[in-house]
């Protein structure tokens, strides 16, 4: 799991490309100091596994359905990326829960300053949108950000200069891809409310005591 608070941003050293996989080698420095195989790693919000380092970079596996199902595939030699570890268990939870599976890939329509700030507008499809509400927590590139504004069609997040400057934000322009990943609470709750109760193979056991045993006995 993940809170979406960037940890550093790393370089995206090597991509070696298979059939309908990928191997992506990147440099990075925070995310090494206590690295084990098989840690996780979030890469621009997707869940990926190390699986081996050295003391400047690390490798992980991206299979087909990652790469169909995020904005990985695009990644080329010098791409930044935003790098946060699974959260320790005596960490702070300073952003929202994050699991690294990405629900979609959005497009940046807009980007513009306000101020000390900056707007970003993210067209998705409604497969996203459906869980995406105003004030809420959404994830960009692994970013944990609040929803300022929901269309039809599109969202709007306002970043603070800070998380512009310490990932790949500031790098984001009209066009871009971005991966996304919705509240994972909204999800559950939906889930619960359209399935309706478990059924039970065996059935309903009852005391017997019915309002007409009652009245048969007098009470």
Not at 49 to 71: I, K, P, Q, Y
Not at 93 to 101: L, M, N, P, R, T
Not at 190 to 205: D, N, R, S
């Amino acid at each position: 799991m993940f809170t979406g608070i960037v940890e550093e941003v790393g370089v995206l050293k090597s991509i070696r490309r298979g059939a309908s996989s990928a191997v992506l080698e990147i440099a990075a420095r925070t995310v090494l100091e206590d690295i084990h195989l098989g840690d996780s790693i979030a890469v621009n919000g997707v869940c990926l596994t190390a699986t081996s380092f050295t003391g400047s970079s690390f490798t992980a596996d991206v299979m087909h359905e990652t790469l169909d199902r995020s904005s990985l595939a695009a990644l080329r030699p010098g791409s930044r990326v935003n790098l946060e570890r699974a959260m320790a268990a005596n960490g702070r939870f300073g952003g929202h829960i994050v699991a690294g599976h990405v629900d979609g890939v959005g497009t940046v329509l807009e980007t513009k300053r306000d101020d000390n700030a900056v707007w970003y507008t993210i067209a998705a499809g409604p497969e996203v949108l459906r869980y995406v509400v105003e004030k809420g927590s959404i994830t960009i590139d692994g970013i944990s950000l609040t929803v300022a504004r929901v269309g039809p069609e599109s969202f709007a997040i306002s970043a603070i200069p800070h998380t512009v400057a310490v990932t790949v934000l500031k790098d984001r322009k009209a066009g871009d891809k971005v991966n996304l990943e919705t509240d994972i609470i909204g999800k559950y709750v939906e889930k619960l409310l359209t399935t309706g109760p478990v059924q039970t193979a065996e059935p309903k056991q009852t005391s017997g005591i019915t309002k007409d045993f009652l009245t048969r006995y007098g009470f």
